[in-house]
Nanobody
Framework: QVQLVESGGGLVQAGGSLRLSCAASGTIFSINLMGWYRQAPGKQRELVAT???????NYADSVKGRFTISRDGTKNTVYLQMSSLKAEDTGVYYC????????WGQGTQVTVSS
């Protein structure tokens, strides 16, 4: 089993920044991809960014140039640095870890006020 715990969410004004963290524990060996998804009220969960073990990253078009995903292997932690935040970035942000299947954290709320 893999446990993922997110932190760092909160309320921020438009144009501001936040950094989310996701700490992985349990049987994390062979997790080959980690990522962030978000879900706004009334909408489906959507991809924000992913990063592979080799460091290859992928971003949703809506966040390119504003968000940066990174990982610290020594701490088994993945980060999402979010800058130039917009009201439409509001939602619950979920951490994902992939082995044979996807594991999910409980989510952290990000609210951007305009």
């Amino acid at each position: 089993q893999v446990q993922l715990v997110e932190s760092g969410g909160g309320l921020v004004q438009a144009g501001g920044s936040l950094r989310l963290s996701c700490a992985a524990s349990g049987t994390i060996f062979s997790i080959n991809l980690m990522g962030w998804y978000r879900q706004a009220p009334g909408k489906q969960r959507e991809l924000v960014a992913t990063i592979t073990n080799s460091g290859t990253t992928n971003y949703a078009d809506s966040v390119k140039g504003r968000f940066t995903i990174s990982r610290d292997g020594t701490k088994n932690t993945v980060y999402l640095q979010m800058s130039s935040l917009k009201a439409e970035d509001t939602g619950v942000y979920y951490c994902q870890g992939r082995k044979a299947r996807d594991y999910w954290g409980q989510g952290t709320q990000v609210t951007v006020s305009s």
